[in-house]
């Protein structure tokens, strides 16, 4: 049986530009669910209409899994919690914002988040557990 997976912003973007992970994602290993806020993402940094043709492909072609408010007031108290201890300024903590909202949305679904943006991410699962898979 696959595995549930939420693919990051960070692995797409490698993949469009760079042709990255193309032999991973191919493998049919897992069944992808995008998240909104990834494509939300997507689109805002979407330079090249092929881009924009991907991202449309990626949100017609798979599942797409929304936060709802109860994930959206857990991510402002797992921000408040990262702020009070890594001393993290309001910059740092906007940028995370979506970092944990895809995570929780993962975790609300049961699948393992698939990122290349380690850093960030096992500061979360420090705070709350969810499934993570890092591709270097």
Known sequence: MSQLAVIDT???LNHFRH???REELQKGIFLVRNSSVVLAELY??????EEREHIDELAENFPVITPPEKIWLESGKILAQLAKQKGYQPGKIRDLHFDVLIALSARSVGAVLITN????FEEV???KDFKLLCWD
């Open 10 to 12: 960070s692995i797409y």
């Open 19 to 21: 042709g990255k992970y």
């Open 44 to 49: 805002r940094g979407c330079h090249e209409p």
């Open 117 to 120: 943006n380690r850093r960030d």
């Open 125 to 127: 699962k420090k705070l």
